[in-house]
């Protein structure tokens, strides 16, 4: 490497032009092929870093999203009926419900694409430039009782509470103390109309005032996610065991029947 390369790449260093400091070549090899005018140049330079850091934060909002691993809404399965139209999920990816601070709650039995729909939801939503995230039930319980103890968990709530759009998945799905269900609320009840969710449920509301043994509590709880909602009901059968694997082809399975 020649004293200019290194002299520009210790001015980008201290400039925190990281991309321009690691991979400069293309860009010059760019320059002395197409001979831009000095601006032209500058714009190719700065875009050059521009786009490196919005993949580098698009990568980042991915992995503190923690999507589960099938969440591809290009991938949705069209001709599996679960009383969802093509025309409704087309609707709900353009976003506006988002930008309104809708709430969507996706409820019906296990296996009818609940938690790939929110999964697909917040994929999109993070590739639109919002900050979404994907969290069980367990998971956001586990940091509403720890956060005044851990720091760790003190950080994820703080990123938590800083999403535009927050999933959780198998809300209600195992019943939780009068604490945790007061903690739950507090939680919800401070990002009213502030930020989105995304809930995915096998319960009716009825089913989460028994799992939370209080009417009062449960039905503050759904008065906030229900005020501005698009409630789907999902139905049929499992996708999952409609489309099972399995480790024997389908011919040596009807030899051993």
């Known amino acids: 490497m020649n004293t200019t390369n290194v002299r520009i790449r210790q001015l980008c260093q201290s400039l925190r032009l990281s991309a321009l400091a690691e991979n400069n070549e ?9 001979q831009p005018g000095y601006r032209d140049f500058t714009i190719l330079l700065l875009e050059t870093e521009l786009k490196a850091r919005e993949e580098k934060q698009f990568t980042r909002k991915i992995r503190d999203a923690n999507l589960p691993l099938s969440h591809d ?3 949705y399965d069209f001709t599996f009926n679960n009383g969802l139209k093509p025309a409704q999920i087309n609707q709900l990816k353009e976003l506006v419900w988002l930008e309104q601070n809708f709430n969507i709650i996706l409820l019906g039995p296990s296996g009818v694409g609940k938690t790939f729909l929110a999964a697909g939801l917040c994929h999109h939503a993070i590739k639109a430039g919002y900050k979404a995230l994907f969290r069980n039930m367990e998971q956001i319980m586990d940091v509403l009782r720890l956060k005044d ?3 760790s968990a003190m950080t994820e709530y703080k990123r938590i509470t800083a999403a535009n759009l927050i999933v959780i998945d198998d809300i209600m799905l195992m019943p939780v103390t009068k604490t945790e269900a007061v903690k739950l609320f507090s939680f919800i009840n401070m ?23 209080d009417e009062v509590l449960a039905t ?21 065991l409609l489309n099972r694997k399995t480790i024997f082809d389908e011919n040596n399975e009807k030899d051993i029947d």
């Open 220 to 240: 503050a709880l759904l008065d906030r996610l229900l005020f501005k909602c698009q409630v789907l009901s999902l139905e049929g059968k499992s996708y999952r």
């Open 26 to 34: 293309p860009v010059f090899r760019v320059a002395e092929e197409k």
């Open 191 to 213: 990002l009213f109309e502030k930020a989105s969710f995304i809930i995915t449920t096998n319960k009716s509301p009825q089913q989460w005032v028994e799992m939370l043994d």
């Open 73 to 75: 809404l290009d991938n």
């Open 149 to 151: 103890v851990s720091r």
